[in-house]
């Protein structure tokens, strides 16, 4: 049974830090395209950041410059380091694994680990 964990969101002071981790377990990790998405109160979830297998990896506009993801295929994991925190980064954030493979689809999501930036 794949899983996703992710871990080390907070409250944190605008113009912050926070960097979270997400580590996978019972699926082939460094097969699968790893993302990062958010969801705050009453608006739909949406993408922050992605990385291919390869390392390839693209952001939203609004934390382009900001936010970075990396991943090590050994270890299963994947981290989003978010720097100058803006109140409108506050949400839960999820990490998301994705593969398609011989049309199949594999779509997981983690329990989501939540972000606030205030003073």
């Known amino acids: 049974q794949a899983q996703l964990v992710e871990s080390g969101g907070g409250l944190v002071q605008p113009g912050g830090s926070l960097r979270l981790s997400c580590v996978a377990s019972g699926l082939t990790f460094r097969r699968y395209y790893m993302s990062w998405y958010r969801q705050a109160p009453g608006k739909e979830r949406e993408l922050v950041a992605g990385i291919s297998s390869s390392g390839s990896t693209n952001f939203a506009d609004s934390v382009k410059g900001r936010f970075t993801i990396s991943r090590d295929n050994d270890k299963s994991m994947v981290w989003l380091e978010m720097n100058i925190l803006k109140p409108e980064d506050t949400a839960v954030y999820y990490c998301?694994?994705?593969?398609?493979?011989?049309?199949?689809?594999?779509?997981?999501w983690g329990q989501g680990t939540q972000v606030t930036v205030s003073s």
């Open positions: 998301r694994a994705e593969l398609t493979v011989l049309g199949s689809e594999f779509d997981y």
